[in-house]
């Protein structure tokens, strides 16, 4: 079975700073790998998705996230973080045999220092 | 407009009442998946439909049980609530199985007194 893992609980950073959400998935295939924003009291919202091709994928934002295939990682990006970035980020898999449900890492807690 | 609706947004119940969330989305989508938001905000897949059939259940109590009446429609029933069952559940829906994205509702916000 698949599974994320988020290693970080909590990212504090100053806005303006660039910042890097970490995210590291078990799977024995190729993955479909997504990232999902959720502000408070909100649902989750797609920032960007990965199935093939480039590595280097861009979301809406500004967000960008990299695939490595030999790491198993697919980390989070975004040059210069704005307040209104505080939220809660979370990685998922879905999986491509097998089970279909896609799977979430914990979550990371991004707060934005003005 | 097109979205996947939850209903209610808040529910505040005693122990041991029965409960109904309504999910439907209207995006055409063929499977439909409700999660539960721990108070760690950790997502925890319920169960998840296709085409009205179950094709996930996982480790939930069978006081948890799902009705979907059509593929836009993927109800949850709880029975016999109890306090561990306060948190935020999420239905959510995708167009196929884990390869596509999933569209969330806003949640639904369980607290158990």
């Known amino acids: 079975a698949q599974s994320v893992t988020q290693p970080d609980i909590h990212i504090t950073v100053s806005e303006g700073a660039s910042l890097e959400l970490r995210c590291n998935y078990s799977y024995g295939a190729t993955p479909y790998l997504f990232w999902y924003v959720q502000s408070p009291g909100q649902g989750l919202q797609l920032l960007l998705k990965y199935f093939s091709g480039d590595t280097l994928v861009q979301g809406i934002k500004g967000f960008e996230a990299e695939f490595k295939r030999s790491q198993s990682s697919f980390n989070l990006r975004k040059p210069s973080v704005h307040w209104s970035d505080a939220a809660e980020y979370f990685c998922?898999?879905?999986?491509?045999?097998?089970?279909?449900?896609?799977?979430f890492g914990r979550g990371t807690s991004l707060i934005v220092h003005p | 407009d097109t979205a996947v609706s939850q209903t209610p947004k808040y529910l505040v119940t005693q122990m041991g009442n029965d409960k109904s969330i309504k999910c439907e989305q209207n995006?055409?989508?063929?499977?439909m998946y409700w999660y539960k938001q721990d108070s760690k905000k950790f997502l925890k897949i319920m169960f998840s439909y296709n085409n009205k059939e179950l094709i996930i259940n996982e480790t939930v109590p069978n006081r948890f049980s799902p009705k979907s009446p059509d593929k836009a429609h993927l109800n949850l029933h709880i029975n016999s609530l109890e306090l561990g069952d306060s948190a935020v559940y999420f239905c959510?829906?995708?167009?196929?199985?884990?390869?596509?994205?999933?569209?969330f509702g806003q949640g639904t916000r369980l607290t158990v007194v």
């Open positions: 959510a829906s995708s167009l196929g199985a884990g390869g596509t994205e999933a569209f």
């Open positions: 995006l055409g989508h063929d499977t």
């Open positions: 998922a898999v879905g999986a491509t045999g097998g089970s279909y449900i896609p799977t």
